[in-house]
Nanobody, 119 residues
């Protein structure tokens, strides 16, 4: 089964941009729909965006996600970061070809990567 590892988090200044990566092992990530989620301090985990199984990209506001099939990764770009974007960011995968905003639909989760937006 697929294992996921997020990377690319860190400290970013407000207004900056960041690219997170979700690297897969054990299976080809293009067999899955991949979602990105985040959990801010004291808040519930929320859904950001999802790439469906047969799509290469997804966009929503300041968030853009894309696949790199050769590297077996999915990335998440976040533009114009705000302090409210401070959170642990997770990627997750499900074999349903359609995206789902329901977190319980996702079977495989990474451990998360911390993003802190601060000057």
């Amino acid at each position: 089964q697929v294992q996921l590892v997020e990377s690319g988090g860190g400290l970013v200044q407000p207004g900056g941009s960041l690219t997170l990566s979700c690297a897969a092992s054990g299976d080809a990530l293009d067999r899955y729909s991949v979602g990105w989620f985040r959990q801010a301090p004291g808040k519930e985990r929320e859904t950001i965006i999802c790439i469906s199984k047969f799509s290469g990209t997804a966009a929503k506001g300041r968030f853009f996600s894309s696949r790199n099939i050769a590297k077996n990764t999915v990335s998440l770009q976040v533009r114009n970061l705000e302090s409210e974007d401070t959170a642990v960011y997770y990627c997750a995968a499900q074999q349903n070809p359609a995206c789902s905003r329901q977190q319980t639909s996702y079977d495989h989760w990474g451990q998360g990567t911390q993003v802190t937006v601060s000057s």
